[in-house]
């Protein structure tokens, strides 16, 4: 399996986003431009230009022909795919951080972070089909939990928003009124900042990594923990394969602490956990620095990594991949 390696990104890669179809993959790095690459070959097809701060999240919508990013600049746009203009700007009194579109694309979740006294908060922003008619207020504002929101996602139908962050909570909310229905356990919850959050195809199970250096599986509904997932570096970024009982974490120290001359250069892995078993059944080296983003096609035959590095690694799996023992 060897990698496709995609260069364009002059600084670390916060996030990848792949397409419903499959044929395109959006990456976030804190080099201000979003980029768009071809999914089969890497090759570069594009850039969003226009945020002024490191971006930290996209999405892309159902028909691939709307991009939301959130950034540092205290903004969150929305762009055309296909010509890379700017469409909207939500602008926020402090850095936008996760962003995620709704099922049918009609509403976006935004996470702004906590800034000169302002708390963190959970935006819910309506967003028209025709850009012309996009208006900037918010359907409604949730405040809460402590520290950054790292990631924000709907729940099942739009009926609820699970949000996790740096208290290490995940708490689910309720999209009509804006209630807290539920938190985790704090007994089986995650004892550090939880970085990543990945929802599983059919959305009725989600994943997240922390920097406790595991990864957990939750039950979208109930919050019920189903699975853990141990591994000896703190977790930046956390996948799920839709096809195979799989699931990727990766990560690596904290950009402060890692030292130039490493003598694990190149050594940084994206490890692949059984769902089921919660064992590790492989990895994949290459970054020469901590893994940031991961993303599975949903095709699940391909994947890719982003990394402090700079650089995104597009692997197509061999087809030995696909004849692992899965139970």
């Not at 945020?51 to 205290?74: E, F, K, M, P, Y």
């Not at 809460?144 to 790292?150: A, T, V």
């Not at 089986?188 to 957990?216: C, N, P, Q, R, V």
Request: net charge neutral; hydrophobic share 35%; with cysteine.
């Amino acid at each position: 399996m060897r990698p496709i390696l995609m260069k364009g990104h002059e600084r670390p890669l916060t996030f990848l986003k792949y397409n419903r179809d499959g044929d395109l993959l959006f990456s976030c790095a804190k080099d201000h431009t979003p980029t768009v690459w071809f999914a089969d070959n890497g090759e570069r097809l594009g850039t969003y230009r226009g945020h002024n701060g490191a971006v930290w999240c996209c999405d892309v919508s159902r028909d691939s022909t709307r991009l939301i990013t959130g950034s540092a600049d205290q903004s969150a746009k929305l762009w055309d795919v296909q010509t890379g203009t700017q469409l909207f700007t939500f602008n926020f009194d402090s850095p936008a951080r996760a962003v995620d579109f709704s099922v049918g694309d009609k509403l976006a979740v935004i996470t702004t972070d906590p800034f000169m006294g302002l708390t963190s908060a959970i935006h819910v922003k309506r967003i028209s089909s025709d850009p012309a008619d996009q208006v900037g207020e918010s359907v409604l504002v949730l405040k809460g939990p402590q520290g950054r929101i790292n990631r924000a996602v709907w729940g099942p139908l739009n009926k609820t928003i699970i949000s996790a962050g740096e208290d290490a909570v995940v708490r689910i909310w309720d999209t009509e009124t804006g209630k807290l229905l539920q938190e985790n356990d704090k007994d089986i919850g995650h004892k550090k900042t939880i970085t990543s959050l990945a929802k599983s195809t059919d959305g009725s199970h989600f994943l997240t990594g922390s920097l406790d250096k595991s990864a957990k599986l939750w039950d979208s509904r109930s919050l019920t923990l189903i699975k853990t997932y141990v591994t000896e570096r703190p977790v930046n970024a956390v996948a799920m394969s839709p096809l195979l009982n799989h699931v990727v974490l990766g990560g690596g120290q904290d950009a402060s602490a890692v030292t130039t001359t490493d003598h694990r250069a190149g050594k940084f892995e994206a490890k692949f956990y059984d769902k089921v078993l919660q064992e590790e059944i492989g990895g994949v080296k290459g970054h020469f620095g901590p893994i940031n983003a991961l993303a599975f096609n949903p095709d699940g035959k391909s994947f890719s990594s982003g990394g402090e590095d700079g650089y995104v690694r597009l692997h197509h799996f061999d087809p030995d991949y696909f004849k692992i023992p899965s139970i």
